[in-house]
């Protein structure tokens, strides 16, 4: 016996009757509950795109979180997906508290240890602890586009 799920383009699951689930009868893991499936690749979508909680995107989707949770716990590959989607999460916020930290330096809004810490972390800049260097001081009065220029070179030096 085979699934015998529809398929998107018309044909049909030709997985055992009930694969991937505790039963040899029925459709396969994939199809048994095709409106959560729906669901989940909605909360996955959304989880992906935007910057979230697992929370808001359960919400975003109808669902309530120990719902996802019961779902990861009942599919290995649902819960991998949202892990991977979760690890896209951290990569999106610290990209945007980069970009916001690097703003906030050009536009002189920045201390100078927040300016010092970007340099190390993204130039290769290592402190010279003979040289006092006031960094606030070195920008001061410069225009943004002068800003960015400075930032440059001393990237590039």
């Not at 040289?131 to 800003?147: H, L, P, T, Y």
Request: contains cysteine; charged residues 35%.
């Amino acid at each position: 016996m085979k699934c015998g799920a529809e398929l998107p383009d018309g044909g049909r699951c030709q997985k055992p009757a009930g694969w991937g689930r505790d039963t040899n009868e029925g459709k396969c893991k994939d199809h048994v509950d095709s409106k959560n499936q729906t669901v989940k690749k909605e909360f996955l979508k959304y989880l992906e795109n935007h910057v979230t909680t697992v929370q808001s995107a359960a919400q975003h989707v109808g669902k309530h979180e120990s719902t996802i949770w019961k779902w990861r716990q009942q599919d290995e590959e649902f819960d991998k997906k949202v892990e991977e989607a979760k690890g896209q999460q951290k990569k999106k916020r610290v990209e945007k508290v980069k970009d916001s930290l690097f703003m906030r330096i050009i536009k002189g809004d920045a201390a100078a240890s927040e300016t010092i810490f970007w340099l190390k972390n993204n130039a290769g800049w290592e402190s010279q602890p003979d040289a006092q260097v006031n960094i606030a001081q070195k920008f001061d009065g410069m225009s943004i586009e002068d800003k960015e220029k400075k930032l440059e070179e001393i990237v590039e030096s």
